[in-house]
């Protein structure tokens, strides 16, 4: 089989990734699988059983041949420790194919460790669509949500607690919503992003200067350096972003200039960015590390607004290095200063550049280079420990295995996930569901839902906030607002994912303009600055706290006010194995003064099974997965 290689899993992501995988050049891949059982369980309390949380594994010996040898605990994992004579009992299968290191990796998620028997299980007790009314709400509130203005760099700036996650949300929030709390709050916060700009003349102007302000100025995550990054982050996605709702803004265009050539300074002949640089004496941070991420993506943003040709053809120098020396074999850089960018989420982010980049060259090389991202960043979600019904407690509090299961949630990074588990902010649900769509490999498909379904014991049931980390669960009223900003991030990733199954389960007669993926966290869009297609007819989403009620937590919904404001659209959808049954009762008194119910109903989509147009009220009927689409006269 000539000499095993190691293309794209390093050994040191088996904490997350559920087998070792070793593709041999004349394309056989082998897995060595631990057996599928339950890991420890730090938020339940369960002790461990036998099966091992990792396998090593080496593979061909001094003659290449293909001979491998499993070993078990890995040293200087959880349960390495032992003493003389104790037992060491852990199983293992392999498998051995004639197919690429997908297919297999696959196969282990699927058939051995049964991911998508867990959306038999799954099931929500409040719908994310009740979380986002939830969150809206509480983010309205200056107390609760921690929302303050302060002084710095000359400018009054305004955040919710000390950090601007996702411009593009808020601004969504306040045009879609309607929201006056939010809509008075928008000065502040794009003040909060042009003072993270340099402007001052020198090595650093046009750049970002890190990721949070204080009264002193600003600073990154950690260390004293500056990355080009950043600059795409905290400047250029955010002003692309706000630049949509508000596209004759001429300062904003002029800061996502300077933003612009600022990166075109520090790219390189290649295409490549240095990883960062200190910010006193300007010398590389990283000489060690190599950028790839998608630091490119500013300069794509900035084509996008400023119609300049050179962003676009230096966007596509950078992605083609980005895909010649990272993404084709396998290397990537995380965004976590905390973590010393180890591998994170970026990979996700990767992926969303590369669509992005493909829509508007139409170059295949991008496709396939968001493909291949997508599929590396599968290999992140957790599939194992198998899902359960089994009854677990906190304390005296009763609940199922899946409802604390960590199966289907993505990591944050490496080092963060082995002591905290993974996270709550699903960012690439929504990319997920688009990546199905282009590949229809049902694992994206399976692992999005898997996300998304079933995860309110970690949520406030107030606030509609979720923890961020999984162990965050052991203290959950600390832990659900500890960090006020990511509702913004909740509210992002929720409405991207619910589109993109609209867009699915349309067959693509569901679609609404979207903007750009938000700084850090995932690949998550903007959407909300342009009306959408709901089968031919133009409509505005809404976002109206309470103004949809459903007596089944199983059904999504989103909605959508037509042009002319006469007609609400009401896009429902299952998100079961099983068939479902609801009941809407809408209060359009949100949308007509002392309106309360409605003329009439039709169905663009389904079946209306009974509507009471006085009481506002619709009955509906669904198949698995399946979606109704309501037309309302008001």
């Not at 929720?494 to 303009?513: C, K, M, T, W």
Request: with cysteine; aromatic share 12%.
């Amino acid at each position: 089989m000539g000499i095993p290689c190691v293309p794209m899993l390093a050994q040191e992501r088996n904490t997350m990734t559920l087998c070792p995988l070793y593709s041999s050049k004349d394309g056989y891949t082998l897995a060595v699988i631990p057996d599928p059982g339950t890991e420890t369980d730090p938020i339940a309390g369960k002790a461990p059983d036998k099966s091992p949380n990792s396998l090593g594994l080496s593979l061909a010996n001094r003659h290449n041949e293909l001979t491998p040898v499993v070993y078990h605990p890995v040293l200087g994992q959880v349960g390495a420790k032992h003493k003389a004579g104790d037992e060491v009992v852990f199983g293992f299968r392999y498998t051995l194919k004639n197919s690429g290191w997908f297919d297999v990796f696959q196969h282990a998620v699927n058939d051995v460790f049964a991911l998508p028997s867990s959306l038999d299980l799954l099931t929500n007790k409040v719908s994310l669509s009740e979380r986002v009314s939830r969150l809206q709400k509480f983010l309205r509130k200056d107390k609760e949500s921690s929302w303050k203005t302060w002084q710095s760099r000359g400018e009054t700036i305004g955040a919710n607690g000390s950090k601007i996650a996702d411009a593009g949300t808020m601004f969504m929030i306040a045009r879609n919503g309607q929201d006056s709390v939010m809509s008075s709050r928008l000065h502040y916060v794009r003040n909060y992003k042009m003072i993270q700009q340099q402007t001052e003349p020198g090595y650093f102007c046009g750049a970002a200067l890190g990721e949070y302000a204080d009264i002193d100025g600003v600073e990154s995550e950690r260390g004293n350096w500056i990355e080009p990054l950043h600059t795409t982050y905290y400047t250029m996605v955010d002003f692309g972003n706000m630049l949509l709702f508000n596209p004759d803004d001429k300062e904003l265009l002029e800061r996502l200039r300077m933003a612009g050539d600022r990166l075109l300074a520090w790219q390189k002949d290649d295409g490549s960015f240095e990883v960062g640089y200190d910010r006193f004496s300007m010398k590389p941070s990283f000489p060690d590390l190599k950028d790839y991420r998608p630091t490119w993506y500013g300069l794509y943003i900035a084509y996008k607004h400023l119609k300049d040709k050179k962003y676009l053809d230096a966007a596509c120098k950078g992605a083609d290095w980005q895909q010649e020396n990272g993404v084709d074999k396998g290397y990537y850089l995380g965004v976590c200063g905390d973590g010393r960018n180890i591998w994170d989420f970026c990979t996700a982010q990767t992926s969303r550049a590369y669509m992005d980049l493909y829509e508007i060259t139409g170059n295949k090389a991008y496709k396939q280079a968001s493909i291949d991202a997508a599929m590396i960043y599968a290999t992140s979600i957790f599939t194992n420990p198998v899902m359960t019904d089994e009854t677990k407690y906190i304390g005296e509090q009763a609940y199922k295995d899946w409802e604390l299961n960590q199966t289907g949630l993505g990591v944050e990074h490496i080092r963060g996930t082995a002591v905290n588990g993974p996270i709550l902010i699903s960012s690439y649900a929504g990319l997920f569901v688009k990546m199905y769509e282009w590949t229809e490999e049902p694992v994206f498909l399976t692992m999005a839902r898997a996300a998304s379904i079933g995860r309110n014991a970690f949520v406030d049931q107030k606030s509609g906030c979720a923890v961020y980390y999984w162990h965050g669960m052991n203290e959950l009223k600390k832990y659900s607002t500890m960090f006020p900003w990511h509702a913004y991030w909740q509210i992002g990733w929720i409405v991207d994912y619910l589109i993109a199954e609209a867009g699915l389960r349309s067959d693509s007669n569901i679609s609404f303009p979207y903007g750009y993926m938000t700084p850090k966290v995932g690949p998550h869009v903007t959407y909300g600055f342009a009306p959408g297609n709901i089968y031919g007819k133009k409509a505005d989403l809404l976002f109206r706290p309470d103004m949809v009620g459903c007596d089944n937590p199983e059904i999504e919904f989103l909605t959508a006010l037509s042009e002319n404001g006469t007609k609400l659209y009401l896009i429902a959808m299952c998100q079961s194995n099983d068939s479902q049954s609801c009941t809407v009762t809408l209060d359009l008194s949100q949308l007509v003064a002392n309106k309360t119910g409605f003329r009439s109903a039709k169905a663009l989509q389904g079946k209306i099974i009974r509507s009471a147009g006085k009481k506002g009220q619709i009955k509906l009927d669904f198949a698995p997965w399946g979606m109704n689409v309501i037309e309302i006269s008001l």
